[in-house]
């Protein structure tokens, strides 16, 4: 098994502790920035950052979808910032890292999770990433004109 990874990076020009405040948001920001393709979101426990657990659908193709539990774990080093949503139903891991960046806040999002042997896991490792992608793309996106209002 191979590990597959897709990784999408935007600025966002505003402050790091705003950008920061808004990823880790769960109860607010969250449900209001995923694109089309995550569902049934729900909040289980917490809601800002660290301890948070949340639940979603997501209907990455049409017919590769699942059930995502995630329990947040934040970090705050020096020179960046972080938030690790890991799934409680697979390997799946989402990364977000934020950094000081020339006119705001550089956000970067990296999914990664074990993959599939064999045949089926070389089409994964060859497609999920770009599909992943244009996912990560949409919400970032949202993310940013929600932190720039």
Known sequence: MARVTATNTIVIEAPVEAVTTAIADYAGVRPRIQPE????YRLIEGGQGQGTVAAWHLQATKKRSRDVKVSVTVEDAAGHWSLVEQDAN?????????????????????TSWDGAGGVG??????????GLKRIQHELLTNLKADAEK
Do not use: C, I, K
């Open 37 to 40: 393709q995550f569902s049934a």
């Open 121 to 130: 896991g070389f089409f994964e490792r060859t497609f999920a990433p770009a």
């Open 90 to 110: 697979s390997s799946m891991a989402t990364t977000y890292t934020v950094r000081e960046a020339t006119g705001g806040s550089l956000v970067e999002m990296t």
